[in-house]
């Protein structure tokens, strides 16, 4: 079982850029593809992007693709989610999720293809 702690959300006007950290504890991180998904107000959550095991494969969600970059840290057992640009349409909580998986392989963007989540951390752009 792994333990994922968000932090580096906070309020920021449109333009403006925020990173977002995911820290593990509790398993093998480099066993781990990791996502960020969020959760606009009054909306579903959302796939925004993922990482593969050794870092070699990236997805983004159409709406933050060229703004938003996915990276991780294996010695550090963090995921970060470097936020460009933001639009107050990116105002959300986000999560970031994990999910064992073989070295091969990607889990999809789908919310049920990820085992672990946490407990989010708001993010929120003003015009």
């Known amino acids: 079982q792994v333990l994922l702690t968000e932090s580096g959300g906070g309020s920021v006007q449109a333009g403006g850029s925020l990173r977002l950290a995911c820290t593990a504890s509790g398993g093998t991180f480099s066993r781990y593809a990791m996502a960020w998904f969020r959760q606009p107000p009054g909306n579903e959550r959302e796939f925004v992007a993922l990482?593969?095991?050794?870092?070699?494969?990236?997805l983004y969600g159409d709406s933050v693709k060229g703004r938003f970059m996915i990276s991780r840290d294996n010695d550090k057992k963090t995921a970060y989610l470097q936020m460009d640009g933001l639009k107050p349409e990116d105002t959300a909580v986000y999560y970031c999720?994990?999910?064992?998986?073989?070295?091969?392989?990607?889990?999809?963007?789908?919310?049920?293809?990820?085992?672990?989540w946490g407990q989010g951390t708001q993010v929120t752009v003003s015009s």
């Open positions: 999720a994990a999910r064992q998986t073989i070295l091969t392989h990607t889990p999809t963007s789908a919310e049920n293809d990820w085992t672990y």
């Open positions: 990482i593969s095991r050794p870092g070699t494969t990236s």
